[in-house]
């Protein structure tokens, strides 16, 4: 099967969907890659290295004219006119932009949006959400550690003691946990809160410490058991309380990471103006939900600004910004995605009785069948 | 006694030479200090909470004017004008410039370089070469991951294992061991490289290995012992051997973080371009010598720059770039030094006697003082 790899082409968007590794796979089955030239080039991967692991170097047309193409992002509008009709698409198309699944159903197109993945163990080896959030974690600590004027850990030198930062990690899903590993292993002390008391054990398992927020009704319990993973949106008297407690640890706070994203909505402020204004200058704050809304009202998707002395990050695509390890981790999900939809004698197959693929397949047959 | 601290001028100059806790205890000395307004500011300083130390805000005019004047860096020309003739002058003053000594001499101040004290036990707590070095190795390393599109510590994922990142440091004085210590604290493989055998135990203690480059020759065995802390240029018989080695290193090295500087000359070449042809793509050099030419020939001073798909750092004022905690630890030094310079009765005075004061003083009475 032809198998074609174009190069991004929203902006900012460094990573690549395959890799000389998963390149190498793939023409080991007996497929044929084609890598359109320069893919790889922000990802560290030049097309030299695609080449020797077995990809043909092509052309945009050549890439996306395949059977079976491999993107990092959705095709932008137009680009799904490369397509070939009948063609088969894997890659995170944002599952809730209903207007670009329509397009690519128009296109006659089988499209499969990965982030769509049930949260299952078996899925975990092709869950983008995961491998991704688990860059943007480590890629928020280093930014934050960059911008804060302070050492993270603690030294002492002969001009005397220099105190560790205060770290505060807002959301304990994959990426606050990597956020809470790298603060820790930079050497910062890492206060942690989320609307689910079951990463607790987690918090502390990485040397952090979790800010407990006590559940007063039945309607507030419920809620934050969640469901596939996520946390529900909890009720207003609970996010009250933890806005008092999450308060007075920010307002000690060198360095605030937000992480709370709900799926398809808008993300939970968590860090109001009041709190950011309580803060020392010189802090830093990195939201990463800066492209759903953020979870502080200064936020400012895609830039950089400081209020009153704090530093607030937007950055909307942080994997992008490791993009060789986040193309590695990305490229091997697509990878084991791919055995699911490649039968044995190494053609395309639709088996919707596969809790994953059902999960994934957005459109097909000029339908949207996302549910 | 008045106390002067004027902002500094030098452009991405963003430190300043006393904090509020070193005017809380010049303060308590009875002295009184004027800091100029916004002088702090870059380093995360307000001027409420200098005021809160007991500093009174001024403006230029009135913190030059002091008969003490701390400051960072040397005045830039013209600046010594707003100093008064007798007024005692206390920063890194380049004790290598000619001519800004010069100038200072001219404008009949005293002067003293804090660069120039003596690397001995009694000095630690003033030396600002090494306090300002740590802070550069540890914001090299920062800068290193913040530029490489991959992981630091090896992560082991559901998507499969990332490599940990291959750090190779050249040059091991306090520079390159904060180095050493803050790639390890990230989770890097570490090796490193010096001219002075001693080190090795230090950078071995440190988790990382030691590159040895035997030496051949007594010349080569009496130079690499050096005077004064700093390595002696080492014969180029011995150089030779040592690129050998040091190119078998970095040919295989993610990431490069060279900090061999030689006072008052160039920097030794440690990096040749055909080393850095060398590196895999993606590869990150960090050049700590930038600013005295480099160790790299392809470093360019205040750039960074892509050579061969290499990134090549070479910034020229790391200190700055970790601005708050670089002035605490530079204004302890001044704090310290101080103590040498003033007498019981809150006076100043000059025992040339003192070796660090000898050593430091650079210009006096309308004479430049430096040997």
Not at 280 to 307: E, F, M, W, Y
């Amino acid at each position: 099967m032809l198998i074609g790899v174009p190069a991004e082409t929203v902006p900012g968007e460094t990573r690549v969907a395959a890799t000389p590794e998963t390149v190498k796979k793939l023409t080991a089955q007996g497929h044929t890659v084609r890598v359109q030239s320069g893919a790889g080039v922000a990802a560290s991967v030049t097309d030299a290295a695609f080449a020797a692991a077995g990809a043909e170097l092509v052309d945009a047309a050549g890439a996306w004219g395949c059977e079976l193409v491999l993107k990092v992002r959705a095709p932008a509008a137009g680009e799904e006119a490369l397509l070939r009709p009948g063609a088969t698409l894997v890659g995170m198309l944002n599952p809730f932009d209903a207007e670009g699944l329509a397009r690519l159903a128009a296109a006659g197109v089988t499209a499969y949006a990965l982030e769509a993945a049930p949260r299952t163990t078996r899925a975990q080896s092709m869950d983008v959400l995961s491998s991704q959030a688990n860059v943007a974690g480590y890629k928020a600590v280093l930014i934050a550690a960059e911008r804060y004027q302070r050492f993270f850990p603690m030294l002492m030198t002969a001009a005397g003691t220099v105190k560790a930062a205060r770290v505060v990690v807002l959301g304990v899903g994959v990426a606050g946990l990597q956020a809470i590993a790298t603060a820790k292993r930079l050497g910062a002390v890492i206060e942690a809160s989320d609307v689910r008391p079951s990463v607790k054990e987690q918090v502390e398992s990485l040397g952090a410490k979790f800010i407990d927020v006590p559940y007063e009704t039945d309607e507030e319990r419920e809620a934050a058991e969640g469901v596939g993973g996520y946390a529900r949106p909890m009720p207003p008297s609970w996010l009250e309380r933890q806005k008092v407690e999450v308060a007075k640890r920010v307002a000690q706070a060198d360095v605030v990471i937000t992480t709370a994203l709900i799926p398809g909505r808008a993300a939970p402020v968590l860090v109001t103006q009041e709190m950011v204004e309580a803060m020392k200058p010189g802090s830093v704050i990195v939201d990463l939900a800066a492209a759903q809304g953020g979870n502080c009202p200064l936020t400012q998707a895609g830039r950089t600004v400081v209020h009153q002395g704090v530093t607030l990050v937007g950055e909307t695509n942080l994997p992008a910004l490791v993009a060789a390890d986040a193309s590695a981790l990305y490229a091997r999900n697509v990878l084991d995605f791919l055995k699911l939809i490649i039968d044995k004698d190494g053609a395309l197959h639709i088996d919707r009785d596969d809790d994953i693929v059902a999960a994934c397949l957005v459109a097909h047959a000029g339908q949207v069948t996302r549910a």
